[in-house]
């Protein structure tokens, strides 16, 4: 035997492989158990209402024209009811490959538009204003910016990537929004009628979820989608001219690099953030904003980052070096890291945030707590960073 | 994952399809834990079977909030702890296994392993108590975390990492002892 330290990774080596005729008998064992357990839900339904009809003290031709009655009824409600919602935003979740339009539009930041494309399992490609190309594959873990001008690439590598990664693949993001959203056969979706949208007649839904804030379009012959509008608090995400399996090259994906190009290397922590992350999250916020702290606590604050950043490179006068830009970019996906903290409390948290106003090193003034799970007290970040637990009386009024 | 929700989606909405995919995606893993658990080849397609035939009768009220994968391990190691307490033979088995296994030709490791080694090691896992076999089965062959599988047996982290320590020192004392043979 070899040294006893070898044991575990011996131990994973005792797997059972099934051969072929076993799978078969245990698959089709359990089908045929499918088959019988759907027989018994249909086959409990249908004597019921047949023997309803059947001991009612009216005649069996009564009872028959009952039947037909109930046939029409359906057939009636079948012509006059909406394609089920259900239908209409199948496609996002079956389809192979997509290519869309995106546009973000929102207040306080410039409105962004991209034509992007994706291709299963979680690849997608866009392009940036101004020729850039970007490539996320997620399985992969890397995220590729080439800019054919400069003949430069810039690579983010992910670590710690989640099972869910929605956030950089946009089209990942709307599937996982509408799986979290099911089910999406109630009173939360509203049919909107129909409408002439890009010279197609195309009908509409509203869903109104936690998960899922849009409206859906589709051609409303072939019920495929053509745009759908996702809305956040203070943006609305628009993805429009889509087109589902169509034929894309697979080296459109590519993660190789064209050898003239320079290559510089950025890093992202995709990990769960915690407190700590957080905690530095604003310590860099306010090191690189004069001391201020976000104005609020959301996700597109971010854009008062950058626009902020912007600025002062113009004040400057002077343009910025490549080796800048790689560090500013660098310090925002450092940034960035932190703040998911915040989404990712529970409402029983009762978070607040109060730092809109305060300086960078007060040590008086309270800019956030929350009440970790299953804790009597409260965890309070001060102006200087410093964290204290708080019982609830004593919490900043 | 992303890609099982998809499935899940699609079963439920009446792909067979998607649910052969499901199977054949996790069907191997969970027949290696189960034969782990119960250190019997025949009695393991039953129960992955079982956790199978009840997934898909009650696939409709079915909402995944963590893995398909974690939810499945966990259906197979209650499956084979019932399998267990209703077949009190199979206790008696466990006791005698160190014997059973040198000519139980179900022995489900026997059956893939070629090395001597391995099957040594494989009589020597049947050999441990079933709370320290299940720990280790959990960890190596369920990849599951030691905070998962304390909730999971409803015990401590430090009770599922000591089960999981003393297993391991257990089967390198019956493994020495073997040797010294």
């Not at chain 1, 113009?314 to 830009?325: F, L």
């Not at chain 1, 978070?351 to 040590?363: K, L, M, Q, S």
Request: with cysteine; net charge neutral; charged share 30%.
């Amino acid at each position: 035997m070899r040294p006893a330290e070898d044991i575990d990774k011996l131990i994973k080596k005792l797997r059972y492989k099934a051969s072929v005729e076993t799978h078969d008998r245990v698959l089709g064992n359990v089908m045929r158990a499918l088959d019988e357990s759907e027989k018994q839900k249909t086959g409990a339904a249908a004597p019921d209402i047949w023997r309803t009809i059947m001991k009612s003290p009216i005649t069996k031709l009564a009872a028959a024209a009952i039947i037909i009655i109930a046939v029409s009824i359906g057939l009636n409600q079948i012509i006059s009811s909406t394609p089920a919602f259900a239908e209409v935003i199948q496609p996002f979740l079956t389809a192979r490959t997509a290519t869309f339009k995106v546009t973000i539009e929102g207040k306080g930041f410039p409105g962004q538009e991209y034509d992007g494309m994706f291709m299963e399992p979680c690849r997608m490609r866009h392009t940036q204003p101004g020729g850039g190309i970007v490539i996320v594959d997620l399985e992969q873990g890397k995220f590729v910016t080439l800019i054919p001008q400069l003949k430069q690439a810039v690579v983010l590598e992910m670590i710690n990537v989640p099972e869910e990664p929605g956030d950089l693949n946009f089209f990942q993001e709307i599937r996982m929004r509408i799986l979290k959203a099911q089910p999406l056969d109630d009173e939360s979706v509203e049919f909107l009628g129909e409408k002439k949208l890009d010279g197609q007649s195309a009908i509409g839904y509203r869903v109104q979820k936690p998960e899922l804030d849009a409206t859906v379009w589709a051609n409303s012959e072939s019920k495929m989608p053509i745009q759908i509008e996702i809305f956040e608090e203070s943006m609305t995400v628009t993805m429009s001219n889509i087109v589902f399996d169509v034929e894309l090259d697979e080296t459109l994906f590519s993660l190789d690099i064209p050898k003239d190009y320079s290559v510089k290397t950025l890093r992202k922590d995709l990990s769960e953030p915690k407190e700590e992350d957080f905690i530095e999250s604003f310590r860099i916020w306010a090191e690189h904003m004069d001391g201020k702290f976000p104005s609020k606590m959301h996700r597109s604050t971010v854009n008062e980052f950058i626009k902020y950043q912007q600025e002062k490179i113009k004040e400057r006068g002077i343009e910025p070096s490549v080796e800048d830009i790689m560090q500013m970019q660098q310090t925002i996906v450092d940034m960035t890291h932190g703040f998911p903290f915040v989404e990712a409390l529970t409402p029983g948290s009762d978070w607040h945030y109060a730092g809109a106003d305060v300086r960078f090193g007060d040590a008086e003034t309270a800019i956030f707590w929350y009440r970790p799970e299953g804790s009597i007290t409260y965890r309070v970040i001060y102006g200087d960073l410093s964290v204290k637990d708080v019982s609830e009386e004593n919490l900043p009024k | 994952m992303l890609e099982d929700k998809l499935l899940l989606w699609r079963f439920k909405r009446g792909s067979r399809e998607a649910f052969r995919l499901i199977y054949q995606k996790y069907a191997d893993g969970l027949l290696t834990l189960a034969a782990n658990l119960l250190n019997d080849k025949v009695d393991a397609e039953d129960v992955v079977q079982d956790v199978f035939i009840s997934f898909v009768k009650s696939v409709q009220k079915f909402h995944l909030r963590g893995s398909l994968k974690g939810y499945l391990t966990i259906c197979v190691v209650n499956r084979s702890r019932d399998y267990i307490r209703k077949n009190r033979r199979r206790q008696a088995l466990t006791v005698n296994q160190a014997q059973r296994a040198t000519t139980d030709v179900k022995n489900p490791v026997q059956l893939v392993i070629c090395s001597e080694q391995l099957q040594k090691l494989s009589r020597a896992v049947a050999e441990l108590p079933y709370e320290q076999r299940e720990v280790i089965v959990l960890r190596l062959h369920g990849e599951m975390r030691f905070k998962t599988i304390a909730k999971l047996k409803n015990i401590s982290i430090k009770t599922a990492q000591s089960r999981y320590r003393y297993g391991l020192d257990k089967l390198r004392s019956i493994l020495k002892g073997e040797v010294k043979k």
